[in-house]
């Protein structure tokens, strides 16, 4: 599934129930670690794991997000071989 709008992130996640949610920050509504606290603080949602996807490349804001409970933390433009790894240790597939 997928949607722009954070406030239908959670429930979402909580019918779904997806191995893996990659998460932008920067969203029309409410910001990406509101999204991020609201799955971690869910019971359903919780053992989720969060990969964010950002163009924010800044250390503080990588270890913030980090910091906060995301898995991983991956900055635009995306290296593919490093998406592909990731997807892997996070859904323990081999698509690379």
Do not use: R
């Amino acid at each position: 599934f997928t949607t722009s709008l954070g406030v239908e992130a959670t429930d979402l996640a909580k019918i779904h129930q997806p191995a893996l949610i990659l998460l932008d920050l920067d969203l029309p509504d409410i910001q990406g670690i509101e999204v991020l606290e609201q799955l971690l603080n869910n019971v359903s949602t919780k053992s989720i794991p969060v990969i964010v996807v950002s163009a924010d490349a800044m250390p503080h804001q990588i270890e913030k997000l980090i910091q906060a409970g995301a898995k991983d933390y991956l900055t635009k433009p995306l290296d593919i071989v490093m998406f592909l790894q990731v997807i892997d240790i996070y859904t323990n597939t081999k698509l690379f």
